[in-house]
DNA sequence: GTACTCCTTGAAGCGCGCTCAAAGTCAATT
DNA sequence: AATTGACTTTGAGCGCGCTTCAAGGAGTAC
């Protein structure tokens, strides 16, 4: 077992992110230093694996990388900062919170509009190149799914 | 007398933007040049403020400006862009349900993880005096040379 | 007049989060 | 020995979306 572990590429790709952004994450403190192989290359672990998800999934929330930087080195002092990290993390998750409603507003928003802009289409005799559907004189009922 | 029209500094307020956001969007094409005073200031109409909101709301959502841009640009050519406007806001939809997808996700991890650091404490006896105890609970690095 | 506030412009600057370049190491293959 | 290719390092560079700067004009108050 003595070359066990993920290469920095297959680590990327398995927490979808660039070799790059891995090696910017252990440089600027969100992974500790990273286990080596005999020729000095980052040989990845499964805690690994995990922990790169949890941040690839709080990254993909806008999180700033700031506040991932205090949230590990706490981590790193262990289960005496169980406080300090929980408090981060509601914080946090009520930004995300925020942040659903506002995309949901949009997402309604966006609703309205496209299905304005299928009224002015349909006004004008506009058809669509590609998904269109075919709508002929004596056309029949359609149920188009959203 | 028809003078009427928003300052730059109230429809900044208006739409939750600064001044410079808004000359900054003159600038670079998301909103038509905007009507002056007779001192050469801008007077933002009702019609900028509804269009400027949606940019807001957009912009929320991350949308790149330079598809605004594109957005806006159809726009200014009339109804006969609609089909590419909708296909612009049907994409852009997508990548919004996508975003609340992920959102959603961390909330839900959120959710859990805060619930474990409340085990944790219990089982410390947290409240905010620290006594350290050693295991990690979560994941911890393992491989680690010097 | 003088001060104050609000506005104007173009250009430069900034913070974030990567992203890339250059030069080198190592292992395996030819 | 040479080449290939995947990795290593440090440090610089980049794209985005503002944000600030610098210099000035116009309007009102005292």
Redesign the pocket.
């Known amino acids: 077992m003595r070359n066990a572990g993920y ?4 680590m990327a790709e398995r927490c979808g992110m ?4 891995l ?2 994450y252990e ?1 600027v403190g969100l992974i500790q230093p990273v286990g080596r192989a ?5 040989r990845y672990s499964e805690t690994d694996a995990v922990w790169l998800n949890f941040l690839h999934c709080m ?1 993909d929330t ?1 999180i ?3 506040e991932l930087q205090r949230y590990a080195a706490l981590r790193e002092q262990g289960e005496v900062t169980s406080l300090e990290r929980r408090k981060i993390l509601e914080d946090h998750q009520s930004v995300v919170a925020t942040q659903i409603e506002a995309l949901e507003k949009a997402h309604a928003i966006l609703t309205h509009k496209i299905e304005n802009y299928r009224k002015i289409e349909e006004k004008l005799g506009l058809r669509g190149s590609s998904e269109a559907v075919e709508t002929e004189r004596e056309e029949q009922p359609v149920m188009v799914m959203a």
């Open positions: 290469t920095i590429r297959t660039t070799t790059h952004t090696r910017y440089r005999r020729n000095g290359h980052r990254r806008n700033p990388i700031r």
